[in-house]
């Protein structure tokens, strides 16, 4: 039945479209929370810093594609582990602002993780640059 086959397609684009407008939609709150991630937190401001250094620093010294892929990996797990960190802590200050132990335990765990990324990465990028500044010396 041509009806059917019709009505079929329509549905099928509808659902198509309202996937897209959600998908966008999504984007944009995901975009807005990067945003506010870097306007407000002051550890996000200074993991910015440090990543631009990193991919000046890359630049400077023209780094390998796979040394690119490890720094542009790593930065992205610092900063990933650093706003999980930050709704983790909003999320715990909401349940109970007052002070709990295992509130405590939680945040402390989170910033750990975060704190242990960041320095395996600081040890990457010890491994890629410090050979190219000794070249330098």
């Excluded at 802590?89 to 989170?110: F, R, S, T, V, Y």
């Amino acid at each position: 039945n041509k009806y059917t086959m019709h009505t079929n397609v329509t549905e099928t684009n509808t659902r198509n479209t309202d996937v897209r407008h959600g998908f966008i939609k999504s984007a944009g709150f995901a975009f807005h929370g990067i945003k506010q991630f870097f306007k407000s937190e002051r550890n996000g401001r200074m993991q910015a810093i440090i990543a631009i250094s990193v991919f000046l620093a890359g630049m400077l010294f023209s780094i390998t594609m796979i040394e690119w892929l490890i720094i542009i990996l790593f930065t992205a797990i610092v900063i990933s582990m650093e706003m999980f960190n930050s709704a983790l802590e909003k999320i715990c200050d909401k349940i109970n602002p007052e002070l709990d132990p295992q509130i405590k335990l939680i945040k402390d765990l989170a910033a750990g993780a975060v704190l242990w990324c960041a320095i395996i990465s600081a040890v990457a990028g010890l491994i890629i640059f410090v050979p190219k500044i000794i070249e330098l010396i």
